[in-house]
């Protein structure tokens, strides 16, 4: 089973590929991403090991709490965000090297599958148990701007750590319907529903990725962004819903 960690919690995994060790003699690939990238690079991380003979470990969670914990310090190899703020954090912190975009999203309205609760549009949400991103973190801040772009006042029921968090009130049917990103509404598309945004897709989320200063092997960390910015890794990005920048 592969390591999924919380900020700053790393749980054990046993190595999934057969090659031989990295010539640095690394055996592991910390990569800090934000919890929208998780299907993707849960789906990118076997081929690399078993390439690289390395165990990837994950980090998922708010861009914005994992770019602040790397800016501090933190132990890491790879920093995904999706957005820039976040990743200019960690750039200005002197941490983060060889920055790229490599992909891109946009957000959605997302019901339980069936829309019991007839979410049409942001209109209906007036009315609704809905649920978004706390404004802190990057989704939360773009669905601030669109709904209030489009005149929105409906106020939440509650406001979630990240994108994952908010998409699990939905599929758990604790709330009509969620703000999150067209990739998380791939992602649990039989459970949910996506209602599209009009003009949201004017407006898409860059996902940056960088090496990290902090990293024991920065050639490895830079051979894990080589492979993401690939054209097989574009690929597995576009199956997940993601955009090209």
């Known amino acids: 089973m592969r390591r999924l ?8 995994l046993a190595a999934c590929g057969g090659g031989t060790s ?33 165990d990837v470990t994950f980090s998922l969670g708010s861009s914005t709490d994992l770019a602040a914990s790397v800016a501090d310090g933190a132990p890491g190899d790879v920093l995904a965000t999706a957005d820039e703020a976040s990743m ?29 609760a007839g979410i049409e549009s942001l209109d209906d949400l007036a ?17 601030a701007a669109v709904l209030d772009a489009n005149g929105v006042t409906a106020e939440p029921v509650s406001l979630e750590e990240d994108v994952r968090a908010t998409l699990d009130k939905v599929v758990s049917g ?3 319907a969620g703000l999150v990103y067209a990739t998380d509404a791939v992602s ?4 949910v529903e996506a209602v599209a945004i009009p003009g949201a897709e004017d407006e898409p989320t860059s996902y940056l990725v960088a090496t990290l200063e902090q990293s ?30």
């Not at 690394?26 to 690289?52: G, I, K, R």
């Not at 941490?95 to 339980?112: G, K, R």
């Not at 009315?127 to 801040?141: H, I, L, N, S, Y």
């Open 188 to 191: 649990a598309a039989g459970d």
């Open 88 to 116: 200019a954090l960690a750039e200005e912190a002197g941490v983060a090297s060889d920055v790229e975009t490599f992909a891109t999203n946009v957000l959605t309205i997302v019901v339980p599958t069936g829309n019991p």
């Open 216 to 245: 024991e092997d920065p050639d490895l960390a830079a051979d894990w962004v080589a492979w993401v910015t690939s054209q097989e890794g574009r690929a597995v990005l576009a199956d997940a819903g993601f955009g090209v920048p």
């Open 174 to 176: 604790e709330a009509d």
């Open 22 to 54: 990295d010539e640095s003699g690394s055996d592991e690939l910390t990569v800090l991403a934000a919890a929208s990238l998780t299907d993707a690079f849960e789906e990118l991380a076997p081929p690399f090991e078993e390439e690289h003979g390395v």
């Open 5 to 12: 960690a919380a900020l700053a919690l790393l749980l054990p």
């Open 127 to 143: 009315g609704a148990t809905w649920v978004r991103c706390a404004d802190e973190v990057p989704c939360g801040k773009v669905a």
